[in-house]
């Protein structure tokens, strides 16, 4: 389980970026890709328990959460939306999962001193 998670963290990542990616040339197998992808990415970070009982990591985790949802959220939009509806979801996302990966670390090692 220690290699497992990370692994299909960053396949997940992967595939959802080259959806995201692919989505914009038309390809009908874009919002598939995604959605693996973006499921993918939201198990991993379901399955990582916070490391610490602190009220700020916790937090930063059910933003870290909240943010996985808006990736799937993201990927139900590419089915059943014709426009760029999206983009939207995808941005929250992005800035939900980038504030979270610079804050978690940091609260995590203000926990352990």
């Known amino acids: 389980m220690k290699f497992l998670i990370p692994g299909l963290f960053a396949v997940g990542a992967v595939m959802a970026l080259a959806g995201a990616a692919l989505y914009i040339t038309g390809w009908f197998l874009s919002p598939y890709i995604y959605s693996v992808g973006a499921l ?29 949802f808006c990736l799937l959220l993201t990927g139900g939009l590419m089915f059943f939306t014709q426009g760029n509806e999206w983009i939207l ?9 980038l504030y979270t990966a610079f804050r978690l670390p940091q609260e995590e090692a203000k926990g352990e001193k």
Do not use: D, K, W, Y
């Not at 993918?40 to 996985?68: D, E, K, M, W, Y």
């Not at 979801?89 to 999962?97: D, I, P």
């Open 40 to 68: 993918c990415v939201a198990f991993a970070q379901v399955c990582t328990p916070p490391r610490g009982n602190s009220l700020n990591i916790r937090r930063l985790h059910r933003q870290q959460l909240l943010g996985a």
């Open 89 to 97: 979801s995808l941005s929250v996302a992005a800035v939900l999962e």
